[in-house]
């Protein structure tokens, strides 16, 4: 699959269940003469690093690792620094380039590091979570976080090639994965109801991790986020209908201290958002259901029994997803259609919220 911008082709994503092909598609890239930096966290690193390191030797100049500690805590800009001084010491120009061996926080944060070192040097993604293959790793949104500030330094800066390889997902763990299927169940929802069903009818081999089924799972979601990044890269439009459950998900995010996933707030974001959609009268009660249905098939966590309400809220005003003030939330015309509301108010995003407690209670 390849990513378009402005009509001109600018990435591909290859989508396989090994890293046989790897050495070839960097070859594309002309890495002979080029240094390589794989950067990845602890978790990842201790399996991969090593593996891809030995299999990409013998076609680029040099090649090292950057490893970090892994979690959303170590997104930040002082492993930014580090990883800047790696570079330094070891004399990366701009002719180099940084590999990003990892799930979201890997992506984010190697991403920022190559959109800023030197003024920018090529980068590529070989996402290895759910989430980071589905969504994080494609459309150039790079970037760390600041203070308690998710994602408030940044830059868009593209990847050189996406590499999907559906066999690392079989070591990440179960919460992980159940996790990434927040953001995959939002494209069906936002844009595709035939594609919401099948992940109906698909569940259980979602869940046995069948390759065939990631594959053709992870295609069509790539495929839908490379439609919509296309049309509006830098998020002045249509992008922002991705940002479906995470005004009310990034703040119950940051209200329970980023103690729950950011894909398990994001689905809890998504029935609150299909019930505030409800009630607007936008949506159906049985497709509110059908989506609920679906959201517990996957078995996410249960809701947090003392969740702060008014809390959550607030924190919605810290939201990036705000124009002028005024929050520019997603709803739901109906399963496959999402629009931008500029209307909704705290009261509306309340009154979802305990509905939707006062149905589980
Ligand atoms: N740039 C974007 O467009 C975009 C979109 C969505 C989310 N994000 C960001 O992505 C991040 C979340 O990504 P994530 O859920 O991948 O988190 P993550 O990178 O922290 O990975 C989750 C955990 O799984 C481990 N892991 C990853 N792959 C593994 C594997 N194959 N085997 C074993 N362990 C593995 C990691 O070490 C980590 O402990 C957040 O920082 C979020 O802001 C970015």
Not at 93 to 116: K, P
Not at 199 to 214: F, N, P, W
Not at 349 to 355: H, L, T
Request: glycine fraction near 8%; hydrophobic fraction near 40%.
């Amino acid at each position: 699959m390849t990513v378009h911008m402005n009509g001109q082709p600018i990435y591909d994503i290859i989508f396989t269940q090994s890293f046989d092909a790897l050495p070839e598609e960097m070859e594309r890239l002309n890495i002979k003469n080029r240094r390589i930096m794989v950067v990845s966290d602890m978790n990842v690193g201790t399996i991969y690093t090593q593996g891809i390191v030995d299999l990409l030797r013998d076609y680029c100049k040099e090649i090292q690792s950057f490893i970090f500690k892994a979690g959303e805590k170590n997104k930040n800009l002082d492993v930014v620094r580090s990883l800047y001084e790696a570079l330094i010491v070891n004399e990366f120009d701009r002719g180099d380039m940084l590999v990003a061996l990892g799930g979201g926080v890997v992506g984010d944060l190697t991403g920022f590091a190559a959109a800023t070192y030197l003024r920018g040097i090529d980068f590529v993604q070989i996402p290895t979570s759910l989430l980071a293959q589905a969504d994080s790793s494609i459309g150039g949104k790079t970037g760390v976080d600041f203070s308690s500030y998710k994602n408030m330094v940044g830059a868009f800066h593209m990847p050189k090639l996406v590499y999907i390889n559906v066999s690392t997902l079989n070591s990440l763990p179960d919460r992980e994965f159940v996790s990434g299927m927040g953001e995959i169940i939002k494209y069906g929802m936002i844009r595709d109801a035939d594609y919401f069903r099948w992940l109906m009818q698909h569940t259980r081999d979602i869940k046995a991790k069948d390759t065939e089924t990631l594959l053709e799972m992870l295609r069509v979601s790539c495929n839908i986020k490379r439609e919509i990044v296309e049309k509006d890269p830098k998020e002045q439009g249509d992008r922002a209908l991705l940002n479906l459950g995470h005004t009310i998900g990034h703040a119950i995010e940051k209200t329970l201290n980023f103690e729950l996933l950011h894909g398990e707030c994001v689905a809890m974001g998504l029935i609150f958002s299909s019930k505030l959609s409800e009630q607007k009268g936008l949506i159906s009660y049985e497709d509110y259901e059908e989506i609920c249905d679906l959201i517990t098939a996957f078995e996410f966590p249960d809701f947090p029994e003392d969740l702060n309400i008014k809390k959550v809220i607030k924190a919605t005003k810290n939201d990036k997803k705000r124009a002028s003030g005024q929050i520019k939330f997603i709803v739901l015309k109906k399963i496959g259609e999402a629009c931008i509301d500029m209307s909704v108010t705290d009261e509306d995003m309340e009154n979802a919220i305990n509905a939707v407690y006062e149905e589980i209670e």
